[in-house]
Structures are given as C-alpha cells and as structure tokens.
C-alpha cells in the first residue's frame, strides 16, 4: 500500500450506531488530519494530530472521536450521530514541520447516516 | 476572518486553454496551493506557489499569482477531457492549518 488509505469507503449507519473510520498513511508523516467534505460547502478541518498529540480540535461535536495510537494510524469514532453529518470524511498527512506544508489526502469514506 | 473563494463551475471546450480563479483573504499565507479532487476519490495535489513568487510553469499548468490583489490563478493550457474535476484553492494560515475555497467544478466538452 501506498500513500493515504482509509477503511471502508462507504458506511451506512444508523443514529443510534457506533462505528469507527480509519485512515493509514504509508509516507512516514508526523502530522494526520480529519476534514468533513459536504455537498457545497468548503472542507471542514475536524482534528489535527501531530507526533501523536492532538494540535487542532475545531469546534467539533463530541459524538466525533479521534484516536491516534502512533504517526501512521489515525481514528475517527462516531456514536449517536444526526442525518445532516452525512457527508464524505476525508483523512490526510503531512510532515510536520520544514515543508511546504502540503497534505496528502486519502480517497474517504462516504459516510450516510440514516 | 479566513475565507477562500472561488467561482462554482467552468465549462471549456477540449483542446481550449481554462483558467480558474481564486482570491484569498490571509496576506500572511506562506503558500498557496491546487488541488484538484476526481469523483469518488480525495483531494490530490496539482502544485503550490510560495508566496513571494509571481509565477510558477509545470507542464501545462501555469499558476499566478497577484499578492497585492490576493488572487490566485490556475491555467491549464490544452484542456483535455480527464481535466474535469473539481478544482480547490487553498492558502497555509500555520504548518497545520490549510483554509479551502468550495471548489470549482471544471467541464471539458468534446
């Protein structure tokens, strides 16, 4: 595998569920993002983790929960979401320091909530 | 605040040049960036322009970029058909932080 891969694509679920996305990035990058891609709207910057820690946590509601247990793997759980957080959920790297600042996105996960 | 706008759609005729524009709000922004996003698929970056350059070439893209103004420009000289897509302006406001306009749906007609 190379660059930024996220499991699975598509998800359906249900507001009562609890289910978790993830995202690997094999490009040896310090810092991993979460982005909330929706229909007409620009991208949403959810977290940003860099060396493990969390660095950015934009306003997001509580029913998200990101986990990064080292630099190549980040989570997102999702428990008791709404309709309207349907949209796809875009996960990327970077390096995190000394650098363009350009970040690597991986294909998403189409995420429906019913 | 930080905003990033970009016009909604763009339809050119294959074999025309396309120019999609972009302006930004951010005067501190280190650099500026394309990216250009597939159906079904994430955001790959095209190129990026550091902030005290005028112009950056690769291939068949030129990008400008007119810092007083604040716009952003990119062309793309002989469009083809696996040119459409949609096309996103982004500034760098910190090493972590990149401000995304909506995107510009570009279409390539035979």
């Known amino acids: 595998e190379t660059g930024v891969t996220q499991t699975p694509r598509h998800l359906v679920m249900g507001m009562t569920n609890k289910k978790s996305l993830k995202c690997e990035q094999h490009?040896?990058?310090?810092?991993m993002y979460w982005y909330k891609q929706s229909a007409k709207k620009p991208l949403e910057l959810m977290f940003v983790y860099s060396l493990e820690e969390r660095v950015e946590n934009n306003s997001v509601p509580s029913r998200f929960s990101p986990e990064c247990p080292n630099s190549s793997h980040l989570f997102l759980h999702l428990h008791t979401l709404q309709p309207e957080d349907s949209a796809l959920y875009l996960c990327?790297?970077?390096?995190?320091?000394?650098?363009?600042?350009?970040?690597?996105f991986g294909p998403g996960t189409r995420l429906t909530v019913l | 605040g930080e905003d990033v706008e970009q016009s909604l759609f763009l339809s050119v005729r294959e074999g025309d040049s396309s120019v999609i524009n972009c302006t930004y709000t951010?005067?501190?922004?280190?650099?500026l960036y394309w990216y250009k996003q597939e159906p079904g698929a994430g955001l790959q970056l095209l190129t990026y322009i550091f902030s005290n350059m005028d112009m950056k070439q690769d291939q068949r893209l030129t990008v400008l970029l007119n810092k007083k103004d604040k716009h952003l420009s990119l062309r793309i000289a002989d469009t083809q058909t696996g040119d459409s897509a949609i096309y996103f302006c982004a500034e760098s406001i910190s090493s972590y932080k990149l401000i995304f306009g909506s995107g510009t749906r570009l279409l390539v007609r035979p």
């Open positions: 490009l040896g990058h310090n810092a």
């Open positions: 990327a790297s970077s390096p995190s320091s000394g650098t363009t600042y350009e970040q690597f």
């Open positions: 951010d005067s501190s922004s280190t650099y």
